[in-house]
């Protein structure tokens, strides 16, 4: 058996991402898939549209065999840090031959040129030193590796390629797994057009959080109706038929609403000191008196992302920051989970020949398979706190506070469908 494996967001699912599983089975039209995808919030440091169980359902529907989680500590990250616990995942398996992964350049020679750059000496040398003199990682980056690698430094403006760049670094660890790069087909990353050919993620985001304001707007009523005949025809085409099928369902309190974080975030501010905000994960040089600054003066939440934001700190780096203050994580529990890697696989959703790779998987004994929550830990562990909790369950004990937090700031939700009550979804 032929195994592929994906790190993906799914943000929701849409025929761009059903297009990439298209094109695996046309290289490999065998191959059982894997996706790793982040839970209750992303890369970019935002709550999940759908919750994760809902997107692994999904992802099995467009054609994925078996959906497991990334966990909290690395799906909130960087690029480097999502690529490498993705990556670290899927080796520990047992079972991956391949890595899938799409980026806007289509050679897989100049990626992987460019990867190798990062890395040499002379390159990581100057890195450290431009950020301390102030650039950003992304800024120093471009202009280090564009010369080294004698590539465009346009390359590096395009956050696919980045990952996929990522990907590559990490992929020299584990040369048993091979990198299969697939060129992205349709609209750009950041391309808001609902109408583009495989509109992007960001597009349908955008789209539905315009249809989440009239519906508040209109009392809370379902977003499809409140969208103009061509977006609503546009949305259809963007997604698959499942996908679109439960979103045409939602009503904007159903949707999450970063603004619920701001007055939690603001009550932090009034009782840490900034000795303590200094351990939080993110926070340094003084990043502690701006965000205390931004939380004062700001009313909604995006005002507070648009404020701290310098270009030294991305609106990304503050967005995940604050989700780290919220759950409480240092860098020093940061650094311990970097350091041990994903300690376990937990499954969202299987399919019928994912069955067959879960045996495979257990078989392997390579990593414990996360089927029941309560088995590994329980809600009365872990409210005990880090110290005392194993450094699996202290991986498993942020994924679950990050679900809760996601469940928080959405108005009407199932508050049952939590970690220690939800179990996988499983389709024959």
Known sequence: MHVTGIIAEYNPFHNGHRYQLEQIRRVYPGSTIIAVMSGSFVQRGEAALLDKW?????????????????PFAFACRSAQDFARGGVQLLARLGVIDTLAFGAECSSLTTLTAIATAIDSPAVQTQLHERISAGASYAQALT???????????????????????????AL????????????????????????????????????LSKAAKASHAAGGKLLLPQLTACDSKALQEALPAAGFAAIRQLNASELPNLDRLLVPLQALMLRTDNTA??????INEGLENRLRDCLQTTRTYNEVLTAATTKRYPKSRIARTLIHLLLGLTQTQLASMDDAGPLYARVLACGPRGRDL????????????ITKTSAFLTSSQRVQGPAALSPLQQQLALDTMATDLRQLITPQTDRKRNDFQQSPRFFD
């Open 54 to 70: 809902q997107r692994a359902e999904l992802a099995i529907a467009g054609g994925c065999d078996l959906v497991l989680e990334l």
């Open 143 to 169: 202009e280090l590796t564009a010369t080294a690698a004698a590539a465009d430094a346009a390359i590096l403006h395009e956050p696919n390629n980045i990952l996929a760049i990522e990907y590559l670094r």
């Open 172 to 207: 020299k660890k584990t040369p048993a797994i091979e990198p299969l790069l697939i060129p992205r087909s349709g609209a750009g990353y950041h391309n808001i057009n609902i109408a583009a050919p495989h509109a992007s993620a960001s597009a349908i985001r955008q789209l």
């Open 277 to 282: 905000l200094q351990e939080i994960a993110g």
């Open 358 to 369: 879960l045996k495979r998987i257990k078989k392997a004994e390579t990593l414990p398979l």
